[in-house]
C-alpha cells in the first residue's frame, strides 16, 4: 500500500526522494526491550531442547524447530538493535566518563549475541543476559536511578535488572 501511494505521489508530483532514520531526540530509552528479547532467546532455546528434532522427527516438529530458529535470530537481532541504539544515542561523554567499561561491554554484548545466534547453546544465551543486565543496570545508574535484581514471572524464570521507580 505504502509504495503505491508513494509511486502516485512521486509520478503526480515533483517530489524529491530523502532517506532518514528515526533520530527523533525523544529520549526515551529502556533497555528492557533487549532484556526481554534476551529471554525470549533463552526460553526459544529451552523450546528447540524439548522438542523432537531426531530424524524420524514429525513435520510439525521440524516445522516447529524452524520457526523456533527464525524467532530466536529475530530476537537476536533485536537485541543487538536496542543495544546500539542506546549506546549510540544516549550515552555520551559523562556516561563514557563515569562508565568507562560500556564501550568494550556494548562490543562484548554483540559478540555474545552473535555467538548466541550461531548455535543452540544455553549457556551462551544465559552469558548474553548477564552482558544485557550489566548495560541495563548502567544505563539506570547514570541517569542516577536506584536498580535492583529480581527473578522474572515467565519462563524462563531469569534475574533481571529493573529500575527502582519508587
Not at 533487549?34 to 525470549?40: M, V
Request: aromatic content about 10%.
Amino acid at each position: 500500500m505504502k509504495e503505491i501511494i508513494s509511486g502516485f505521489l512521486n509520478s503526480n508530483f515533483d517530489i524529491e526522494t530523502v532517506s532518514a532514520h528515526c533520530d527523533i531526540p525523544c529520549k526515551i530509552y529502556d533497555p528492557i526491550s533487549a532484556q526481554i528479547a534476551t529471554l525470549t532467546m533463552i526460553r526459544i532455546v529451552d523450546l528447540i531442547q524439548e522438542l523432537d528434532t531426531s530424524e524420524s522427527a514429525s513435520l510439525e516438529n521440524k516445522a516447529q524447530f524452524v520457526r523456533l530458529v527464525l524467532q530466536k535470530e529475530e530476537h537476536g537481532l533485536k537485541v543487538k538493535e536496542e543495544i546500539r541504539v542506546i549506546w549510540g544515542d544516549y550515552f555520551k561523554t559523562p556516561q563514557f566518563e563515569s562508565f568507562p567499561e560500556i564501550h568494550d561491554l556494548t562490543h562484548s554484548i554483540m559478540l555474545e549475541c552473535s555467538k548466541s545466534k550461531q548455535n543452540l547453546s544455553k549457556d551462551s544465551t544465559l552469558k548474553l543476559l548477564q552482558k544485557v543486565n550489566r548495560f541495563a543496570e548502567i544505563f539506570w545508574l547514570s541517569k542516577n536511578v536506584k536498580v535492583f535484581r529480581q527473578v522474572c514471572p515467565y519462563p524462563p524464570q531469569q534475574e533481571l535488572i529493573y529500575p527502582d521507580l519508587k
